[in-house]
């Protein structure tokens, strides 16, 4: 299995640009998750879904952000209008069942100036 | 309020053994975790303990587990270079879908 997959690895926007981030979670993955990385907050979850809908996203900063999960192998999250304080490492994961471990990929890298 | 703290840096020797610990708040956490980061991947689960467990031992790893003190530690034996990464505790106050994760320990190995 290739794992949980994200693109792009970096992305540098101007702000008030528009980003979307995305994520092909492991194939037979029920649960899928965002979190975002930066070195003041730790590892955030921002929102997860159970078989593409969205359970909690109590973690998302603001109306900036969203999250889809059109079908069970493909998701986005989608800031507009991006802010210098986006700046972070976003991570996607996927898990099986409800009481099997995280599968994370390698993240996508946000800079924006 | 959910904060799992953890020392931010730990240094070993090639062969010394690391220990990296944790302290947690929530005690419903029905399982405790540790995850790895090496530079530029996302976390990869290393191991995790029962909360009505002690210890778990998986080949180099060992981790305890004092619930009383809401204490979880993470000893790696024989530590070796490729060990070199930042390691990541979990809780699950609320199941397995809402880890709070630690501060995160970077620990260096050097030859």
């Known amino acids: 299995d290739a794992g949980v997959i994200q693109s792009p690895r970096h992305e540098v926007t101007e702000m008030g640009q528009e980003v979307t981030l995305r994520c092909k979670p492991i194939?037979?993955?029920?649960?899928l998750f965002w979190y975002r990385q930066t070195m003041m907050r730790g590892l955030e979850l921002l929102i997860y879904?159970?078989?593409?809908?969205?359970?909690?996203d109590s973690g998302m900063p603001e109306d900036r952000f969203s999250a889809k999960m059109p079908n069970a192998s493909f998701s986005t999250l989608k800031i507009q209008p991006s802010e210098p304080r986006d700046s972070a490492v976003y991570f996607c994961?996927?898990?099986?069942?409800?009481?099997?471990?995280?599968?994370f990929g390698n993240g996508t890298r946000l800079t924006v100036t | 309020g959910e904060d799992v703290e953890q020392s931010l840096f730990l240094s070993v020797r090639e062969g010394d053994s690391s220990v990296i610990n944790c302290t947690y708040t929530?005690?419903?956490?029905?399982?405790l975790y540790w995850y790895k980061q090496e530079p530029g991947a996302g976390l990869q689960l290393l191991t995790y303990?029962?909360?009505?467990?002690d210890m778990k031992q998986d080949q180099r790893l060992t981790v305890l587990l004092n619930k009383k003190d809401k204490h979880l530690s993470l000893r790696i034996a024989d530590t070796q270079t490729g060990d070199s990464a930042i390691y990541f505790c979990?809780?699950?106050?609320?199941?397995?879908?809402?880890?709070?994760f630690g501060t995160g320990t970077r620990l260096l190995v050097s030859p």
């Open positions: 994961a996927s898990s099986r069942t409800g009481d099997s471990p995280l599968h």
């Open positions: 929530d005690s419903s956490s029905t399982y």
């Open positions: 979990a809780e699950s106050p609320e199941g397995f879908q809402k880890l709070v």
């Open positions: 194939s037979g993955h029920d649960y």
């Open positions: 879904f159970n078989n593409n809908v969205p359970i909690d």
């Open positions: 303990i029962f909360s009505n467990m």
